[in-house]
């Protein structure tokens, strides 16, 4: 589904990422962790076509990225930790927005189920820009699936977000997001994402430097992979 | 599952970007009908810079008719900076951008999508402001070569403003950079809209104006279809 | 830091004696004109000034574009520094055109179109270089510079062409277009050698200029690059 070979990124002077080779079957769950500044949230704007390469091939669902972008961008979700949504605009009325730039067919029909699986149905009506943080995740999760899309891209979803909202995060997670998805996700919550994930990679200094899938540790295992994986060199 | 072909085809054809610019500018509408923020403030401001220059300018009877259009023009001017670093800063400081970015759909629909919006939040605020003057000031500012004239000059106006409200709005120095940026550049627009303005309300007939609105005309064109051009490289990376 | 190349030693060296033969040329070669005098003389240095300028602007348009086509930062350095000597030259034929404007029609600055768009001109330059300042990453303000050059050199025309529209049809407020205002006064032979000597030489001081600055802005990147090898 995902095909990344030696992703070169650099900004000016800086190189970010320095040959990342990274590959993500269909239906697969991967967990991509690293330390700050390792370059996730780089690489997840490239994957989601925000950030062109300096140098390396992007393939999703086949199409290359940066020629293909378009088609591209039609099957992918990104759901990034600031929501994306129009405070001054009600949740219906984002959602409406973004079916329509999307295309989405029979809307009004879409943005009531995707309401109703986010648990926003109540508050269709009010304000973004009145809701939770909590619940404003959820609503950018209900944008990021409006248009069904076979690919998931999550920048640290739950940056801010108190235990109780995190729950409900990790529920609709699971239920909404992951269901026969493609998922990438970043993250620093270990504990959370071990529960979470079918595949950890671990991004360091500008590469991947382990991968493992969920069967090759053991129960709260991997924070000892994580720091493992940072510590060679 | 959905058709593949058909979603490649709804991404890229011309009724996606006709529709994706419709949602944009409608999006921008309804936010600013709700909040009334940026209306609100460029409306006060010109009507303060209106009533600055009644101090600033002897703006009696007889000097009025030489002095309204510059008058006018820099109001429009200055109200117009502050509705387009709005506009833009509503995109940016909640992410908004990138969502925009996400779409499957050509930049440059998004372009066009915030300067419709751009140009009719500036409508506005000058179908208030016209009318205001006409009665402060006793003169009667309803010339159809007068409005036509406003209409040209502000879609000049907004066409550069947008792109350079972009790269503006990216910076350390946001607000501050955008009349920097705007005013030397945006100078033929409002040097013809001036000079062809002070003659509709004087009396002159369309026919001896049209070098003016042919310049309005030219600068029109040439800048749309630049910055058109040239938006993608000012919001990708 | 390596030394400069041989070929810049030359021109900062040819720079210098061209400056000072061009100054003796204007003074002592150069007969003095009927109708102004003295002051007559620093048209030699303004109008080169401001052609010279003209190609900085030129140059820093063509880099924006060769930039936004080929993404390679050496276009970038090529564009700020045109930019930025462009600027001084411009500042230079501002002032020299004020000296000159004063004895000739006592006052120091006249809005014709020329001057008015020069000094547009280095408005717009200064907009650029604000523009520049405000943005850390450097892709990022290669990408803005080169977009702000273009825009910006498409106005400068389009404005030169409205203010000319501008003054034709209202009378000149100030002196009146003598034919010494508009530059074209007939030249003697001698005149003609002196102007074009100083021509030359602002070429040659700009061309010196400009590598100086290239150099300069290559350094600078170097510079970069060793603090981020560090701090990694």
Known sequence: MIIVKKLVKRFGLKTILRGVDFQVAEGEFVALLGPNGAGKTTFLRMLASLSRPTMGAIRIAGYPLPMQAAAVRLKLGVVSHLPLLYGDLSAEENLRFFGRMYGVPHLNGRIREVLELVGLTARRRDLVRTFSRGMQQRLAIGRAVLHDPEVMLFDEPHTGLDQDACDMLDGVLRDVAARGRTVVMTSHDLIRVENLASRFDVLSRGVIAASIQRAGISRNG???????????? | MKGEKSNVARATSPGSFLRAVAAITWKDLAAELRSRELLSSMLVFALLVILVFNFALELDAKTRATVTAGVLWVTFAFAGTLGLNRSMAV????????????APVDRSAIYFGKAISNLAFMFIVEAIVLPVYSVLYNTNLFHPGLIGVILLGSVGYTAVGTLLASMAVQTRTRDVLLPILLFPVVLPIIIAAVKASTGFLQGFPASELTSWINLLMVY??????????VFDYVVEE | MEPQPVGLKVLNIASAVLLAAA????FFYAPMEAVMGQVQRIFYFHVANAWVGMLGFLAAAIAGIAYLRMHDLKWDILEQASVEISLVFFIITIVTGSIWAYPAWGTWWTWDPRLTTAAILEMIYIAYLLLRQGIEDSERRARFGAVYTLIGGLSVPITFMSIRLFRTIHPALIGTASA??????????????TFLFGLLTFSVIFASLLWHRIRLGRMAEKVEQMKLEIMQ
């Open chain 2, 91 to 102: 995109e940016k400081d909640r992410g908004c951008l990138d969502g925009l970015l996400l």
């Open chain 1, 222 to 233: 991997l924070l000892a992979f994580y720091r493992q994986a940072l510590q060679e060199k």
């Open chain 2, 220 to 229: 029109d064109v040439v800048f749309i279809a630049v910055a058109f051009m």
């Open chain 3, 180 to 193: 010494a205002a508009q530059g074209g006064f007939d030249m003697n032979p001698r005149m003609l050698v």
């Open chain 3, 23 to 26: 100054t003796y040329l204007v």
